[in-house]
T-cell receptor, first 113, second 113 residues
């Protein structure tokens, strides 16, 4: 079945460091791919998305490229801030399926000043 | 902006009680979802609804039921609460079942004693 695998956390970085959170997926067809962010005590927010191969999603300095050949959608940011501390979830939605997003288990990021 | 509102941020109930979690969205979205979020397990879909009075089981429907009498409201019901249902519950909605990402509420942290 469809699945999403994220790198396990927690990830601890210093402010202004480069961030990569790996995400790979298994799915039939051509799913849409998403990154969500959950700040402490809040619900999930959509961070960025890509709906077809080679699309790059970007938002708030974060970006991720849909790589069909490696079935990956790694999240990157060039210079993290303390305010980026959160849990990040990679997710996929199989085209034509009704409703469900398949989520990774989440990666907790802590950024130290 | 899409707003998904969950009626309670925190709720404490006793084993055996019937528990209602309410969710309202204000964007006339067709699709609504209930997830639970547990450490190390990520988000898991309980039920979703793609139209009024229509519902589909997700990955973990046991012990839960749902109600969608109006388009904007989707209720999750714990028929007889048990301690293993202590969790964070997240409601979401989306416009496009095929591509659109889902907009989440802030969550209800439910404790069953």
């Amino acid at each position: 079945g469809d699945s999403v695998t994220q790198m396990e956390g927690p990830v601890t970085l210093s402010e202004e460091a480069f961030l990569t959170i790996n995400c790979t997926y298994t799915a039939t067809g051509y799913p849409s791919l998403f990154w969500y962010v959950q700040y402490p005590g809040e619900g999930l927010q959509l961070l960025l998305k890509a709906t077809k191969a080679d699309d790059k999603g970007s938002n708030k300095g974060f970006e991720a490229t849909y790589r069909k050949e490696t079935t990956s959608f790694h999240l990157e940011k060039g210079s993290v801030q303390v305010s980026d501390s959160a849990v990040y979830f990679c997710a996929l939605k199989r085209r034509g399926s009704q409703g469900n997003l398949i989520f990774g288990k989440g990666t907790k990021l802590s950024v130290k000043p | 902006d899409v707003k998904v509102t969950q009626s309670s941020r925190y709720l404490v109930k006793r084993t055996g009680e019937k528990v209602f979690l309410e969710c309202v969205q204000d964007m006339d979205h067709e699709n609504m979802f209930w997830y639970r979020q547990d450490p190390g397990l990520g988000l898991r879909l309980i039920y979703f609804s793609y139209d009024v009075k229509m519902k589909e089981k997700g990955d973990i429907p046991e012990g839960y039921s749902v109600s969608r009498e109006k388009k904007e409201r989707f209720s999750l019901i714990l028929e007889s609460a048990s301690t293993n249902q202590t969790s964070m519950y997240l409601c979401a909605s989306s416009q496009d079942i095929d591509i659109g990402p889902q907009h989440f509420g802030d969550g209800t942290r439910l404790s069953i004693l």
